[in-house]
């Protein structure tokens, strides 16, 4: 599972998005050229990278801050038959 949140900026740093999982973690600046998912989706595509992935389904994050990522090697169904 990959977590992203945004920073927000300081008196030295601008905004940033952070993206964690797998004992990965990366801070990029943050795209201000990308809508608010696609940002948070190009730091976690990094780290996707890094683990293998293939393809991955995400979710807002429980605190709404963010965004948490699947790798989407495995599908099961909602109801059992």
């Known amino acids: ?3 992203t949140k945004k920073l927000p900026p300081t ?6 998005i952070t993206a964690s999982g797998g004992g ?4 990029i600046p943050y795209p201000h050229e990308f809508n608010t998912f ?9 780290i996707a990278n890094k683990m293998g992935w293939v393809t991955m389904t995400f979710s807002d994050s429980p605190n709404r801050k963010g965004f948490v990522f699947m ?7 909602v109801n059992e038959p």
């Open 1 to 3: 599972m990959i977590t």
């Open 71 to 77: 790798n989407t090697t495995f599908t099961v169904p």
């Open 11 to 16: 008196d030295t740093k601008g905004a940033r």
């Open 38 to 46: 696609d940002a948070h989706l190009s730091a976690a595509r990094i």
């Open 24 to 27: 990965h973690r990366v801070t």
